[in-house]
């Protein structure tokens, strides 16, 4: 079992920046990748980026170039640095883990309750 909680979701103007945390507890030795998903009202969540252990990332092509996703030397902490903010970025932000592989790509099963992020004009 993996528990997850966000944190750093905040008001910023449009432009400027912001950084998740995702603390993971429990079963962390067991995680093999971590991801970043979001969620605008009325919109279905999609994927924002991901990263494996073993350090591969992968954006949604709205992202890239603006967001970075990183996780900490004790493998216990996902980031995601957000540059450039739009008020299309907008959203509840979710962290999710990876306990195993389903054809040949990570399986996220545990999920965070997700951080406000609100990017004005």
């Known amino acids: 079992q993996v528990q997850l909680v966000e944190s750093g979701g905040d008001l910023v103007q449009g432009g400027g920046s912001l950084r998740l945390s995702c603390a993971a507890s429990?079963?962390?030795?067991?995680?093999?990748?971590m991801g970043w998903y979001r969620q605008a009202p009325g919109k279905q969540r999609e994927v924002v980026a991901t990263?494996?252990?073993?350090?591969?990332?992968n954006y949604v092509g709205s992202v890239k170039d603006r967001f970075t996703i990183s996780i900490n030397n004790a493998k216990n902490t996902a980031f995601l640095q957000m540059n450039s903010l739009k008020p299309e970025d907008t959203a509840v932000y979710y962290c999710?883990?990876?306990?195993?592989?389903?054809?040949?790509?990570?399986?996220?099963?545990?999920w965070g309750h997700g951080t406000q992020v609100t990017v004005s004009s």
């Open positions: 999710a883990a990876s306990m195993g592989i389903k054809g040949g790509v990570p399986a996220y099963k545990y």
């Open positions: 990263i494996t252990i073993g350090g591969t990332t």
């Open positions: 429990g079963s962390i030795f067991s995680i093999n990748a």
